[in-house]
T-cell receptor, first 116, second 115 residues
C-alpha cells in the first residue's frame, strides 16, 4: 500500500522569502508519479507540479520546484519568493497506477501562512 | 468555463435523507474520479470511471453510496440514508492521461453537512 507523509501541520514564512514543504512517500512500485496540489479556503484543488519517478531532473514550474530525492523517498516542494496569495493548504500526492486507474493517494497536508 | 464543475457547492441535509451531487468533467476527459475529504485530512479515493464504466470502488464506498456516469459525460454521486459521518467535502476530478501529462483536474467540491 502506498503512503504519503507530510510532517508539518503548519508552516509560516515571510513574504518574499522561500519555503520548503516536506513530503516523504512509501511505495513498492518502480513507476510512480508525485504531485503537489494547493487548496485555498474556497476548496478547489489546484495542480502545482508533477515529478515522474524516472525523471532525472527536478521539476520546476515558475516559483515552484520539487526537490526529488528518490533514494530517500522524498519529494519536497520549494516555493520561492512567497506571496500573500500562497497562503493555503498544500497536499503532496502519489499516483498509483493499476491498469487504467490513475488514482491519487494524498498526505494530510501542510497549512502555509505567508506573513506580510 | 472549461474546468470541472460540481453542483451544488454546499448541501445541508438532515440525517436519514438522501442527497445527490453532480460533477461535469472537462469535456474531452474520459476518466473521472470521486474523492472524499474530511476535516484535517487529505482527499481519499472513492471511485473511478473510465467513460461510462465504473472500474473501481474503494472500501470507503459503503452500500449507501452509488455513483453513475451515464453516457460517459457527467457523473452523479448519491448517498442514501445520510449519517453524520458522511459530512465532508466531496471532490470530483477528471483527467485524460497522455505520456507527458497525467494530472487530474479537480472541481471546487460539494461540502456536505449532515445535521
Amino acid at each position: 500500500a502506498q503512503k504519503i507523509t507530510q510532517t508539518q501541520p503548519g508552516m509560516f514564512v515571510q513574504e518574499k522569502e522561500a519555503v520548503t514543504l516536506d513530503c516523504t512517500y512509501d511505495t513498492s512500485d518502480q513507476s510512480y508519479g508525485l504531485f503537489w496540489y494547493k487548496q485555498p479556503s474556497s476548496g478547489e484543488m489546484i495542480f502545482l507540479i508533477y515529478q515522474g519517478s524516472y525523471d532525472e531532473q527536478n521539476a520546476t514550474e515558475g516559483r515552484y520546484s520539487l526537490n526529488f530525492q528518490k533514494a530517500r523517498k522524498s519529494a519536497n516542494l520549494v516555493i520561492s519568493a512567497s506571496q500573500l496569495g500562497d497562503s493555503a493548504m498544500y497536499f503532496c500526492a502519489m499516483r498509483e497506477v493499476r491498469g487504467s486507474n490513475y488514482k491519487l493517494t494524498f498526505g494530510k497536508g501542510t497549512l502555509l501562512t505567508v506573513n506580510p | 468555463d472549461t474546468g470541472v464543475s460540481q453542483n451544488p457547492r454546499h448541501k445541508i441535509t438532515k440525517r436519514g435523507q438522501n442527497v445527490t451531487f453532480r460533477c461535469d468533467p472537462i469535456s474531452e476527459h474520459n476518466r473521472l474520479y470521486w474523492y472524499r475529504q474530511t476535516l484535517g485530512q487529505g482527499p481519499e479515493f472513492l471511485t473511478y470511471f473510465q467513460n461510462e464504466a465504473q472500474l473501481e470502488k474503494s472500501r470507503l464506498l459503503s452500500d449507501r453510496f452509488s455513483a453513475e456516469r451515464p453516457k460517459g459525460s457527467f457523473s452523479t454521486l448519491e448517498i442514501q440514508r445520510t449519517e453524520q459521518g458522511d459530512s465532508a467535502m466531496y471532490l470530483c476530478a477528471s483527467s485524460f492521461p497522455t505520456a507527458s501529462n497525467t494530472e487530474a483536474f479537480f472541481g471546487q467540491g460539494t461540502r456536505l453537512t449532515v445535521v
